[in-house]
């Protein structure tokens, strides 16, 4: 079956302006995480989404980020007025079942390919 | 001590060796364990779930020992193409609010040599 996809694969704007990634997760998952990651590094949560609602934003950098999800299903995340320092891969995941619903135990996460985001 | 710590590497081994990762987590409460393979510029992929009585997949063999809190993963056999990035992830569960967050560890660099 289809897997996760992402728009843009690639996307470089000038500092100061606006940009919308966009994420659709795999068909019946729950739960859909973005994460990004610079040149080198480890991943970094950013938000969770279980349905529509987010219960987890807490890794969203700044009020520049945002996200939202429609449907239970596709998702965007905006950067208003970007940086520099948000040069990075924004990747999405989803998975089966969101967190707190397996009894302790999480569901595996499937990535998309990503958004590699280059700010000039 | 750090969620998930893993020795970066890069862990440069000849084809045909065997080569063995380790990963400590600190939350004594966590309950699920993955690893998790990510090729240079590409996204992360699930190489295999880790359970309580081991399991393996052909050449590869993941264990975990939960009194002393860590996972390992071991690659017999090398081949060229298992030149990549070994995420070890463990989820970050709390008995107070019942999230289970999964933690990604910063990986361990693998390169398999001719």
């Known amino acids: 079956g289809a897997g996760v996809s992402q728009s843009p694969s690639n996307k470089v704007t000038e500092k100061g302006k606006d940009v919308e990634l966009r994420c659709d997760p795999i068909?019946?998952?729950?739960?859909l995480y973005w994460y990004r990651q610079s040149l080198g590094q480890g991943l970094e949560f950013l938000i969770y989404f279980q349905g529509n609602s987010a219960p987890d934003k807490s890794g969203l950098p700044s009020d520049r980020f945002s996200a939202e999800r429609t449907g239970g299903s596709v998702s965007t995340l905006t950067i208003q007025r970007t940086q520099q320092e948000d040069s990075a891969v924004y990747l999405c995941?989803?998975?089966?079942?969101?967190?707190?619903?397996?009894?302790?135990?999480?569901?595996?996460?499937?990535f998309g390919p990503g958004t590699r985001l280059t700010v000039t | 001590r750090k969620e998930v710590e893993q020795d970066p590497g890069p862990f440069n081994v000849p084809e045909g060796a065997t080569v063995a990762f380790n990963c400590t987590y600190s939350n004594s409460a966590s309950q699920s364990f993955f690893w998790y393979r990510q090729d240079c510029r590409k996204e992360p992929k699930l190489l295999m779930s880790v359970y309580s009585s081991g399991n393996e997949d052909g050449r590869f063999t993941a264990q975990l020992n939960r009194a002393s809190q860590y996972i390992s993963l071991l690659i017999r056999d090398s081949k060229l193409s298992d030149s990549a990035t070994y995420l070890c992830?463990?989820?970050?569960?709390?008995?107070?609010?019942?999230?289970?967050?999964?933690?990604f560890g910063k990986g361990t660099r693998l390169s398999v040599i001719a």
């Open positions: 992830v463990v989820n970050a569960y709390s008995r107070n609010s019942g999230n289970t967050p999964l933690v």
């Open positions: 068909s019946g998952h729950t739960a």
């Open positions: 995941a989803s998975s089966l079942v969101g967190q707190g619903s397996a009894g302790g135990r999480s569901y595996e996460q499937y």
